[in-house]
């Protein structure tokens, strides 16, 4: 049952993450699938394999990645109008807050524990990315060797 | 003086995609690929760009001409980095000659369809709820989550939009969600006020901001990256000044 609410709702978010972002009417769903891969592989590394959250933000944000690639050659657009909605759910939006609420408590060591959450995350979202990234080189290189052979 | 107005059209050409996709959230590689690929496919392949978060040079060293345009508003709508990419593929394969392709930018820049206004804030009413649950809310807190988050995206639009104000628009936004939320929870309409905050500020989070900051840097265009990244600074720091004084409120 949460299995199922999560994925519907991880897509759900992304989707209407993507109409305030208009991205073409045509990848919504494509869009709304990425970003609900890219939850589940974060919330599954996180609760089923207790993965710290480094880890989990890293594969889900190497999902999106791949995913993206692939809608992208498939569908013929820019690789950011996937990837921008889809990142939607694993932007640390939760322990930024509760970083400043502690801070306002006055609780300094709490709030650094949830600012470094958030430094992990994104950190980890962008390496991610970055593989991401050598990936898509890769290919496009293999892809214009084979051509000049 | 043929060649030179060709060369001013492929110029104009090149900047006016530059500016589209830069105004549109797109990343610094691809503005700066896409304008190569026009020139290299219009003939003229010694072309010279620099491109930063608020403006855009292009130059012919060969033709000796160089322009500037400036970018001024940022909007995230990739459905314009989407449709210069088309016309700029169609543009390659020849289906579109350059005239034409200058005629069908202008069209890209006026006239790409948008959503209604009114859809936009009910997205950002889903996204604030279904968010909220998915990290750990509860079924209760589902609605007033949604309502807040409709009303924030509201505030922040319109503040933005209708009375250009930058940055301000966010901490406003954020002050009046976190007064809604500790109003809501009071009223006892809602449990839990962090995850009503959570929920109804994550359209504002300033993700695109973020991750085109990192994708710049890591391309080596350092002083873009760090422009959208003070940007998105900023943005943080304004929703979180926005709830530390709606805290002080109650």
Request: include cysteine; glycine fraction near 8%; charged fraction near 10%.
């Amino acid at each position: 049952m949460t299995f199922i609410v999560n994925f519907l709702f991880s897509m759900f978010s992304t989707i209407a993450f993507s109409v305030i972002t208009n991205i073409p009417r045509r990848a919504f769903w494509a869009c709304g699938f990425t970003g609900a891969t890219g939850w589940m592989t974060f919330w599954i590394l996180q609760t089923y394999f207790h993965q710290n959250i480094g880890i989990a933000n890293f594969f889900g944000a190497l999902m999106i990645g791949l995913i993206s690639i692939f809608f992208s050659k498939t569908m013929h657009m820019p690789v950011i109008v996937f990837n921008v909605p889809s990142l939607v759910p694993l932007v640390p939006g939760g322990p930024a807050y509760m970083a400043v609420r502690y801070m306002m408590n006055q609780e300094f060591t709490e709030s650094m524990e949830k600012l470094v959450t958030v430094l992990v995350t994104s950190g980890a979202i962008a390496i991610g990315f970055m593989f991401t990234n050598l990936i898509e080189r890769a290919l496009k290189k293999t892809r214009l060797n084979l051509r000049s052979k | 003086m043929e060649q030179q107005n060709y060369s001013q059209l492929v110029l104009n050409t090149c900047l006016k995609a530059g500016k589209i996709m830069m105004e549109s959230g797109s990343e610094v590689y691809r503005v700066e690929d896409t304008m190569k690929r026009i020139a290299i496919n219009a003939g003229l392949d010694d072309i010279q760009t620099y491109v930063t978060a608020t403006g855009v040079i292009v130059g012919f060293p060969s033709e000796q001409t160089s322009q500037v345009i400036q970018i001024t508003q940022q909007s995230i709508n990739l459905e314009k980095v989407t449709a210069v990419n088309q016309g700029s593929r169609q543009f390659a394969d020849g289906e579109l000659s350059l005239p034409d392709f200058f005629l069908y930018l202008e069209d890209v820049d006026h006239s790409t369809p948008d959503f209604p206004y009114f859809w936009k804030i009910i997205s950002a009413g889903i996204v604030s709820s279904t968010l909220m649950i998915i990290l750990n809310g509860t079924w209760f807190d589902f609605i007033p989550t949604f309502i807040i988050g409709v009303i924030g995206f509201t505030v922040h639009s319109f503040f933005g939009k209708k009375l250009h104000m930058k940055f301000l628009n966010d901490f406003v936004a954020a002050l009046v969600i976190g007064c809604l939320s500790l109003l809501a929870v009071s009223l006892s309409v809602a449990h839990e006020v962090n995850n009503l905050i959570i929920g109804s500020i994550m359209p504002l989070v300033p993700g695109l901001a973020i991750t085109n900051a990192f994708r710049d840097i890591m391309a080596g265009h350092l002083i873009s990256g760090v422009a959208r990244g003070t940007e998105a600074l900023f943005i943080a720091g304004a929703i979180g000044g926005g709830i530390i004084i709606a805290f002080n409120f109650f």
